[in-house]
Structure formats: C-alpha cells, structure tokens
C-alpha cells in the first residue's frame, strides 16, 4: 500500500479515537452531569447541525480553491477548542456554544479528507475499496477511543477525559501539518472569488444533472431527519430501560459503543468485499435503511434493556456505519477532482438539513409526547427513505446511468 494511503488510514483511525471516545463520554456527560432534558438535547444537536449546514459549503469551496491540508488543519484547531471547551461548562448556553464551534471547525474537514486522499493516491481503481478500508479502520479507533477516554472518564471524571480528547485532536491537526503532501492538488492563486463562484455552480451542475448523486442526496435527507432522535436520545432511553447505572454510566455506554463498533466493522467487511461490484452501492444502501427502520422499532417499544441494547446495535452498529460510507464512496465515483470537496459538502449540508429538519420536529414530539413516539416517527423516516431506493430504477444492476453525470466537459463517466 503507498505511504500516503497509509497515513490516511493511520491518520483517520487516530482521528476516529479522539472523535468517537469524545461522543461517547460527552452522550452521557449531558445527561448525568449536565442533566440535560430530551428537548435540550435535540434542540442543541440542531443548533449544532445549523452551524454545520451555513458552514459546509463556503468550507468545501476552500478546500477546492485554497488547499485541502490547510483545511483540515484547520479543522482539527477549531473543534480541538470546542471539545476542550465542553468538557470545562455545564451550563445548557455553553454547551451549546462549544456544540456550535465544534460542527463549524467539522466542516472544514468535512470532504475535503476525502478530496485529499482521491488526489494524492491518483488511482480511481482503488480508491472505493481505500475508503471501505477507511471506515472500518476507523471502527477499530473508535473502539480504542472509547475504551481510553471511558476509562479515564471513569477514573478522573467525565470533564477530564473530554478535555483530553480535545488536545488528542489538537495534537492530530500539527500531525497533518507536518506529514501531509499536496502533491496534486493546485490552488488558485488568482481571482480566487471568482473561481470560488465557479466551482460552487459546477458542483451545482453535477448534483443536479447526476441522478445517483440525486438519489444518495434524498436518501440522505430522509435518512438524517430521523437520525438526530436517535443520536440524542438513545442514552436516556436505554437509562429509562433499565441500563445499568453501577459502577458508573459511562462504563456500561463504553461497552455497549465497543460492541455496536465491531459489529459495524463486520458489516463494513461485508460490504467492502462487493462495494466494487455493479449495484452494490444501492443494495447496501438498502439493506441499510431497512437495518435501520427495524432497529429504530425495537428500541422505540422494547419492553426491557435488553431489547433496547439490540434495537440500539442494530441502528448505530450497523445502520448508520453502512450508510455513511456508502453514500460517501458512491458521491465520490461520481465526481471530478476540481470540485470533489464542493460536491462532498453538499452531501454533509444534507445530512444538515435533515437532522435541523428532524431534529426540531423530534424535539417537540419527544416533549409533548414521548421518547417512543419520537423514535417510532423516525423508524418511518428510514423507511421511507428504503421505499425511494427501492422505487428507483437508478444504480441498478445492468442500468448505464454515466450520460446523466456530464454537466460540464470535465463530469466523470464511471459509476
């Protein structure tokens, strides 16, 4: 494998560490230390999705125009302050300030990792089994992040150990400075607006004129409205389950977050084995969502904690792994260098609208309703969105969908 694939991988699995333990200790950090209610905690996930869907944009274009290592230097100083931030405030105005810092200093990485990487590699061939690669690798660092920084919430506080995972992202963001290339890519120097204008409308123009790149975009629409319930809500509703709560929460969410990630990466195994074949991007997507509608039902009405663990292992272990790296591989064989950061930020504005969509609907449901009803509305949001896969004729095996990706002379023909 050449170095610079190597570092990537090495890079996101670090990455994955500090991201994912970070998430975990933070989930229960609002609930028990903060005592956040369910309507706090939606509204403050949408407030964070706001920054994110005003930010992804203007910060992919950067990318595309400036240089795609500078942004995700970028990237890990912002957020490195907002985690370091989270883990020293308690008040429901700060965090949600820290929250906002955070997905603004996200999505400056937000694509343009996936840019950097197609380019410095410069083989097309294999760069959809390098990004499965990526995000079971990235499984494995979670795995390890939520061990690391659980114990050390365990040990020193749950404030602690987000502090920490805070300067772990600082320290990676001077690791991209230093060991990072950018050997293929060549900014603009001149006219920079201008050109800024002009990628932003080929991206545009590719978006609109590709229809898998339109199917992924609505699947992820549907998928992500129903997504934030889930994300926000799941620790209070395994707590009103009955999870265990002794020796300490967060012990039991570290478990509970190692098993959902090694079943993820099994089914990451599974899908990077056929993710080159014809229509295996829109099967897995399929399989996926259905996964997760299932998993979203057993949790929303588990008579016990031990139905909720499954439902919760099937949505966040297997759903939610196979859909983002699906839909990143199958977004990124359908996009040309000049504007593959642009196009990667749309799908993470969608992801946004959606979950800013869903999130406040939610929020009011699981406040003058239930955590049940919430869940169960979601479920039918991933249903939905299995339906429009499954109605679609684009993706299909034996289907020729390349003459619907040609905008411009530089539209690619593969997929």
């Not at 920079?192 to 002009?198: G, K, N």
Request: contains cysteine; charged residues 15%.
């Amino acid at each position: 494998m050449p170095d610079v694939a190597r570092l990537y991988l090495n890079w996101q699995l670090l990455r994955a560490f500090a991201f994912r333990g970070y998430w975990l200790v933070t989930s229960v950090y609002l609930v028990v230390v903060a005592d956040l209610s369910p309507f706090q905690l939606v509204i403050m996930g949408t407030a964070m999705e706001v920054t994110i869907l005003v930010s992804e944009v203007p910060t992919g274009v950067m990318a595309d125009t400036v240089s795609r290592r500078a942004s995700i230097v970028v990237s890990h100083i912002i957020m490195g302050i907002g985690m370091v931030a989270t883990g020293l405030v308690t008040d429901f105005a700060a965090l949600v300030a820290t929250q906002m810092l955070w997905g603004f200093g996200y999505t400056f990485a937000s694509g343009a990792d996936i840019a950097w990487i197609t380019d410095e590699l410069g083989d097309d061939a294999r760069i959809d089994r390098i990004l499965t690669i990526d995000a079971r690798r990235r499984q494995y660092g979670a795995i390890a992040g939520m061990v690391g920084l659980g114990l050390l919430a365990w040990v020193a506080g749950m404030g602690a150990a987000i502090v920490a995972a805070g300067f772990v992202m600082l320290a990676l963001g001077l690791l991209v400075a230093l060991r990072f290339t950018e050997q293929n890519f060549t900014p603009t120097r001149d006219n920079r607006w201008q050109e800024s204008i002009a990628i932003f409308r080929r991206g545009v123009a590719l978006g609109r004129a590709d229809q898998q790149i339109m199917l992924v975009l609505a699947v992820t629409l549907l998928v992500n409205s129903g997504a934030e319930a889930f994300d926000r809500l799941h620790p209070k509703r395994l707590i009103d389950l009955g999870f265990p709560e002794e020796p300490d929460p967060i012990v039991w969410f570290t478990v509970l977050g190692v098993a959902m990630l090694l079943v993820g990466a099994m089914a990451l195994r599974v899908v990077e084995a056929r993710i080159n074949r014809e229509g295996a991007p829109r099967l897995a997507l399929l399989i996926a969502c259905l996964a997760g509608a299932i998993g979203m039902l057993t949790l929303a009405h588990a008579p016990n904690e031990v139905a909720g663990i499954a439902g919760t292992m099937l949505v966040g272990g297997v759903a939610w792994t196979v859909i983002r790296a699906v839909s990143s591989i199958w977004v990124n064989r359908r996009t040309t260098s000049d504007v593959r950061a642009t196009v990667q930020s749309f799908l993470g504005q969608t992801e946004s609208i959606g979950e800013i969509a869903g999130g406040v609907v939610m929020a009011i449901v699981a406040q003058a309703a239930s955590i049940t009803v919430a869940l169960t509305a979601s479920a039918g949001l991933l249903l939905l969105g299995a339906g429009v896969i499954g109605r679609s004729r684009v993706g299909r095996v034996g289907r020729d969908d390349s003459s619907f990706a040609e905008p411009s002379p530089s539209a690619p023909t593969t997929g």
